[in-house]
């Protein structure tokens, strides 16, 4: 079993910065990818950064070049840096582990990100 807590979420102006901080324990698999994933009221809930144990990334086009994933492996962390922040990036972000070899997927409870006019 793998426990994600978030931090880091918060209410900030159009064109301004967050950073969200995911802290992984238990029994955390050797290959995995982390990442971060957000769901709007009423929408599905929608990647927006990945990275693999290897440091691969992956990012959603609504988001390249404006946020960054980043990820401490030795803290077993996974951040993102959010910058020139717009309304429509208001969602619950939540952060997700995901086990290359059993598939298994492990979510954490989400963090609330509210982007005003």
């Known amino acids: 079993q793998v426990m994600l807590v978030e931090s880091g979420g918060g209410l900030v102006q159009a064109g301004g910065s967050l950073k969200l901080s995911c802290v992984a324990s238990?029994?955390?698999?050797?290959?995995?990818?982390m990442g971060w994933y957000r769901q709007a009221p009423g929408e599905q809930r929608d990647m927006v950064a990945t990275?693999?144990?290897?440091?691969?990334?992956s990012y959603a086009s609504s988001v390249k070049g404006r946020f960054t994933i980043s990820r401490d492996n030795a803290k077993n962390t996974v951040s993102l840096e959010m910058n020139s922040l717009r309304p429509e990036d208001t969602a619950v972000y939540y952060c997700?582990?995901?086990?290359?070899?059993?598939?298994?997927?492990?979510w954490g409870q989400g963090t609330q990100v509210t982007v005003s006019t």
């Open positions: 997700k582990c995901r086990d290359y070899y059993t598939r298994a997927e492990y």
């Open positions: 238990g029994s955390i698999p050797s290959g995995n990818a």
């Open positions: 990275m693999t144990s290897g440091g691969v990334t």
